[in-house]
């Protein structure tokens, strides 16, 4: 089991900027990423990378404005996210797990415990 622990949320105005951590006990998973929840509706991926080759997925929502990337000798992944608007509000998580379809989530069987992410108008 990998031990994912997140860090970098809190609260910003629209147009600004947030850069979320993701630490894993151990780097031993195919894929590494951040997935999002609001209230009152069901958890999305959000940007997605390949450890190995560094192919990064997004969701078409945060193209452009979000970056995915990783420091592999830090067993960290970063999400950096510019551009916030107020529906990019959510808990965000990290996970890690492996193949299959890069945005489904039954793929990733390692989470974070979240942390929240606040845009304000």
């Known amino acids: 089991q990998v031990q994912l622990v997140e860090s970098g949320g809190g609260s910003v105005q629209a147009g600004g900027s947030l850069r979320l951590s993701c630490v894993a006990s151990?780097?031993?998973?195919?894929?590494m990423g951040w997935f999002r929840q609001a209230p009152g509706k069901e958890r999305e991926a959000v940007a997605i990378i390949t450890t190995g080759s560094g192919v990064t997925y997004y969701a078409d929502s945060v193209k452009g404005r979000f970056t995915i990337s990783q420091d592999k000798a830090k067993r960290t992944v970063y999400l950096q996210m510019n551009s916030l608007k107020p529906e990019d509000t959510a808990i965000y998580y990290c996970?890690?797990?492996?193949?299959?379809?890069?945005?489904?989530?039954?793929?990733?069987?390692?989470w974070g415990q979240g942390t929240q992410v606040t845009v304000s108008a």
């Open positions: 996970a890690a797990g492996h193949g299959g379809f890069w945005y489904d989530e039954r793929r990733y069987n390692n």
């Open positions: 151990v780097y031993s998973t195919n894929r």
